[in-house]
């Protein structure tokens, strides 16, 4: 094996590449390959879907009226909105001799990258395995993926974010976009607020650049080789087709993370947002309406009761009495959160 990282700050791309080149130099990594630390940013706006989501969870039209292209991911999660305020880094390593465990794969991936958030002036650090954190609030979208011979985990800096945008293009109901976009500002922290200060593009690199040569035995400066852009080029077509970014998937829970213990569920029209265990906002619309004039005080009841069993049935019990959908509703929070958390 080869000391050191392959480093590959490629600037610019277009929306398309900045998620295929990475998967491609994944696709050609070997099991003798030096780890791959590659950086870049979207010159326009786009929205990725993970793998393994469904494309109904992104608000085609809302996508359309912006202009944005929709893109379909190899790493999991669901949909994100991406422009050229973030920049984007990943590193790409052969599987073998990588932890099986992967809380510690995440450790050891992501724990350069706290280093260099550190480094910037922010308090991060990694908490529930994957999520990087300062003070409550998530400062990097990450993810990770097995390709071909390689792991990857990526992330990202935020230097601004359009909270609006993001909320627009998920087909949730209207209240419920409203909530993500309240969250999200509240709970997503872009780079500088995270430090209180400015921080460009070329510091941002710098100390990431830093932080991982310090963790991998130092960083060579490399181009990509000709196979893995011919893999990107093929990529390219693959991640813009119909047939692949409407590719049908599973059914999966209706509910919106912002970061871990922050969840947006979606019960139909209605939504309930949970924050750290606690629910926190209560919208109950159409079916999940018990009676005339108790939809307000049973909203209330809820608001600020743990998520769990006794409490919420409690509550239900207190602002309604006797209600045939009371378990129903409680076991709805209850899985929903347990399973978004």
């Known amino acids: 094996m080869l000391d050191g990282l392959r480093l590959l700050d490629l600037g610019w791309v277009s929306a398309v590449r900045s998620q295929t080149v990475w998967h491609a130099i994944a696709e050609r990594m070997r099991p003798s390959d030096r780890p791959v630390l590659c950086l870049c940013s979207p010159t326009d706006p786009y929205v990725s879907i993970g793998y393994h989501r469904r494309l109904d969870e992104i608000d ?26 973030q920049l984007f880094f990943q590193l790409i390593v052969p599987a073998r001799g990588w932890p099986a465990v992967m809380d510690r794969a995440w450790e050891r991936a992501m724990g350069p990258a706290v280093d260099a958030f550190r480094a910037l002036g922010v308090k991060a650090e990694l908490v529930e395995g994957n999520d990087l954190v300062a003070e409550g609030r998530k400062i990097s979208g990450t993810g990770a993926a097995r390709i071909g011979d390689a792991l990857v985990f990526v992330g990202n800096v935020i230097f601004e974010f359009d909270h609006a945008a993001m909320a627009d293009v998920l087909r949730v109901p209207a209240g419920a976009k409203r909530e993500v976009e309240r969250l999200m500002r509240r709970y997503l922290a872009p780079v500088r607020e995270a430090a209180g200060r400015e921080i460009d593009r070329v510091e941002a690199i710098g100390e990431i650049v830093d932080a991982y040569a310090a963790a991998f035995g130092g960083a060579r400066r490399s181009t990509l080789a000709d196979e893995e852009t011919a893999s990107a080029r093929v990529l390219d077509a693959l991640f813009s087709s119909r047939d692949w970014v409407g590719s049908d998937r599973p059914p999966v829970p209706p509910r919106v993370k912002i970061r871990a213990g922050v969840t947006v569920l979606l019960l139909g029209s209605s939504w309930v947002s949970v924050t750290d265990g606690v629910v926190d906002r209560v919208a109950l619309l159409n079916g999940w309406v018990p009676a005339p004039g108790l939809r307000g005080k049973l909203q209330r009841a809820l608001s600020g009761r743990p998520v769990e069993p006794k409490a919420l049935a409690r509550a239900v019990r207190d602002a309604c009495g006797t209600w045939d959908r009371s378990e129903e509703l409680v076991n709805a929070i209850v899985a929903g959160y347990r399973g978004g958390a």
């Open 60 to 85: 085609l039209d809302a996508c359309e009226r912006r202009g944005l292209p929709v893109f379909r991911r190899r790493v999991g999660g669901g949909p994100v909105y991406c422009d050229p305020s």
